[in-house]
């Protein structure tokens, strides 16, 4: 993982686009982002063209339950990085990356990670 701060901010924010360059090591102009006017469902039919045309991927959202799921994030995550979202101090929500269920890197310059974890982005390969 190579760390990638965010350069938009607010609601027009592009940190689950920093959180994904970070991940993938790419820079942060070649990932789409989510658009100000734009849907969940249409920006992740985009980003999903994206990840499966350059590197095979394609990424999956899940509510974050960790008492569902601990041993899914303790065992078969383990020395993984993610992609958790949540609330920020700031009064947005906020993407961050997650190694082990600590915050790895936060792509805000504050980098002071959630309040909480709320929703968990994983990423499977899929085969052309």
Not at 23 to 29: G, K, Q, W
Not at 43 to 62: C, G, I
Not at 72 to 84: E, G, M, S
Not at 93 to 113: R, T, W
Request: net charge negative; with cysteine; aromatic share 16%.
């Amino acid at each position: 993982m190579k760390p990638v701060i965010q350069t938009k901010f607010n609601s027009e924010g592009n940190c689950f686009a920093a959180c994904i360059a970070s991940l993938l090591e790419c820079d942060i102009n070649e990932v789409p982002f989510l658009g100000k006017e734009e849907s969940w469902e249409d920006y992740e039919l985009r980003l999903n063209d994206f990840l499966k045309q350059r590197y095979q991927l394609f990424v999956y959202v899940a509510e974050y339950d960790l008492e569902q799921y601990e041993y899914f994030f303790q065992v078969d995550l383990k020395d993984t990085y993610y992609i958790v979202g949540g609330d920020a101090e700031r009064g947005h929500y906020h993407a961050v990356v997650y190694k082990n269920g600590q915050l790895a890197h936060d792509p805000h310059p504050s980098g002071v990670g959630l309040l909480n974890v709320q929703t968990v982005y994983l990423f499977q390969k899929v085969f052309l």
